[in-house]
């Protein structure tokens, strides 16, 4: 059974950074790919990065030049560093798992997700 603890949330002003991590557990993390997601109040559930075992990330068009996504494989966590955050950014973000190393950017796509971890960027 996959498990999948996000932690880091918080609230910051614009144009702080911020760093989320994801903790894995449950299967070998080394057959998993692993997104984050958000969700902002009345809006659907938007892909922000993903990232395969090794080097392949994919990032959405709106975080691309602000946010890393990285993970460490010695301990099963994956991290998104966040920087230059705006109040758009505020959101629930969600950790996401796939048995695959073809990352996908539709939700449905992704089979596993943790609780979330509720990010607030104030103006």
């Known amino acids: 059974q996959v498990q999948l603890v996000e932690s880091g949330g918080g609230l910051v002003q614009a144009g702080e950074s911020l760093k989320l991590s994801c903790a894995f557990s449950?299967?070998?993390?080394?057959?998993?790919?692993i997104a984050w997601f958000r969700q902002a109040p009345g809006q659907g559930r938007e892909f922000v990065a993903a990232?395969?075992?090794?080097?392949?990330?994919l990032y959405s068009d709106s975080v691309k030049d602000r946010f890393t996504i990285s993970r460490d494989n010695a301990n099963d966590t994956v991290h998104l560093q966040m920087h230059s955050l705006k109040p758009e950014d505020t959101a629930v973000y969600y950790c996401?798992?796939?048995?695959?190393?073809?990352?996908?950017?539709?939700?449905?796509?992704?089979?596993?997700w943790g609780q979330g971890t509720q990010v607030t960027i104030s103006s």
């Open positions: 990232i395969a075992y090794s080097v392949s990330r």
């Open positions: 449950g299967r070998p993390f080394i057959n998993y790919g």
């Open positions: 996401a798992a796939r048995e695959s190393w073809d990352l996908k950017r539709s939700a449905s796509q992704w089979q596993h």
